[in-house]
């Protein structure tokens, strides 16, 4: 029995992270709750009739916990479909290539895009602004130094 797919607005995130985990759970209550379903001999029949609603509840509880794990698995599988139309377009690389030879150096592999290039530029230029502000600092420092040498050097002196 297939569930039938959602297709288009997802009202639900699309995230592995809510969906993978949050199945096992849900299975694992789904049993415990089938097993609760199992009922016991009854010899009296009140209790058969108090059984009876316990089972119906039970049952409306597990009917529930199963509706969310098919859910969860629906999430899952439109996960799944996403990732695998978003690698489907990526260039594999051989296996020769991920696999490092001892003895064979590799090229470094250097993407040719304009937002690398950017991001390279915005690189240098945040390095060469952090280098000025350490060297500002470091001037700030020295000064300090020598101010507090010569306050101490003064406070020497007027024990003397």
């Not at 969906?19 to 096992?24: D, N, R, V």
């Not at 690389?93 to 470094?108: H, K, Y």
Request: with cysteine; hydrophobic share 35%.
């Amino acid at each position: 029995m297939m569930a039938e797919r959602p297709t288009g607005s997802h009202p639900y995130p699309l995230t592995s992270q809510q969906s993978a985990p949050g199945i096992l759970p849900s299975q694992q209550q789904a049993q415990q709750m089938q097993q609760q379903l199992i009922p016991p001999a009854v010899k009296d029949i009140n209790a058969l009739n108090m059984n009876s609603q316990q089972h119906q509840e039970r049952k409306a509880k597990l009917e529930d916990c199963l509706n969310h794990v098919t859910m969860q698995f629906r999430k899952l599988r439109v996960i799944h479909d996403k990732v695998v139309e978003i690698t489907s377009q990526m260039e594999e690389p051989q296996e020769q290539q991920l696999i490092p030879i001892v003895g064979v150096d590799t090229e470094p592999v250097v993407p040719n895009t304009d937002v690398y290039r950017m991001t390279v530029e915005q690189h240098k230029e945040i390095v060469e602004q952090v280098r000025l502000k350490n060297q500002q600092l470091k001037e700030i420092i020295d000064q300090i130094r020598t101010i507090i040498w010569e306050i101490n050097t003064m406070i020497t002196m007027r024990k003397t």
